[in-house]
């Protein structure tokens, strides 16, 4: 019989060997974020192939920090985390308050998918101050390859906000185009939305009312909002 392979108890090893595998943070952190089935996962964790998203998915679930529900009656599987993810929460925004702070954030922007960013900011539309009917937003990125140049959001009254990759065909109520680069810089606070929209580096058209209030209903990421919060040091003090 086998033997397990003697190792040193240490509960940061522990962690390390169940957080550590590649995707396994994002993975938790989309999960966070709302996504529940695995095409949603896929979505907004672009590169992480399926195959490799179903292993980590099992992983995890053997760690306790997921369950896998599969409806009966329709065969569709929910991911939900557990408790023990939940409590990984302040974790994971600490890394990414870490990234921001000690990393070249601002010089990987360049190199952002299109496809993961339009998914992530659906999260961030605040539908309440807009008009309460069917509201879709298009927005262009000019510079990007023809695949990845137009995104639709849709908003409904009572219903999640959609994405759509091809043209849903409703009437677009606002028209909002900008290079990737300069829409991910404002979404994270490196650059502010008013000046990059009088350098007309972001260009609005479409019914006033929705473009004026741009600034109530795009809610900018948490790193933005707290940018001068995170950007503090954080070197330990001096022991006295």
């Known amino acids: 019989m086998r033997s397990e392979r003697p190792t040193l108890f240490c509960p940061v090893k522990m962690a390390s060997e169940m957080l550590a595998p590649k995707w396994t943070i994002q993975i938790l952190a989309e999960l966070w974020w709302g996504s529940s089935h695995f095409n949603e996962l896929r979505r907004g964790i672009p590169g992480l192939s399926p195959s490799l998203l179903a292993k980590r998915l099992r992983e995890l679930e053997a760690h306790g920090l997921i369950e896998r529900i599969e409806s009966p009656q329709t065969g569709t599987v929910t991911y ?26 601002h010089d990987r ?18 539908t309440e101050h807009l008009p309460d009917r069917r509201v879709t937003l298009q927005i262009t990125f000019p510079e990007q390859p023809p695949k990845s140049r137009n995104f639709w959001i849709v908003c409904k009254p009572g219903e999640p906000v959609d994405v759509c990759y091809i043209n849903p065909g409703f009437e677009v109520d ?67």
């Open 80 to 105: 939900l985390r557990s408790a023990a993810a939940v409590e990984l929460e302040p974790i994971i925004q600490a890394l990414g308050e870490w990234a921001y702070r000690n990393t070249n954030v």
């Open 109 to 126: 922007m360049c190199h952002a998918e299109p496809r993961s960013f339009i998914w992530h900011l659906r999260h961030n539309i605040a």
């Open 174 to 240: 606002m028209f909002l185009q900008a290079p990737l680069e300069t829409m991910v810089s404002v979404f994270f606070g490196y650059t502010r939305l008013g000046a990059e929209i009088e350098r007309e580096r972001i260009s609005l058209l479409g019914q006033a009312a929705i473009t004026r209030s741009i600034g109530k209903w795009l809610v900018l990421s948490s790193y933005a909002q707290r940018r001068d919060e995170i950007m503090q040091p954080r070197g330990r003090q001096p022991s006295r």
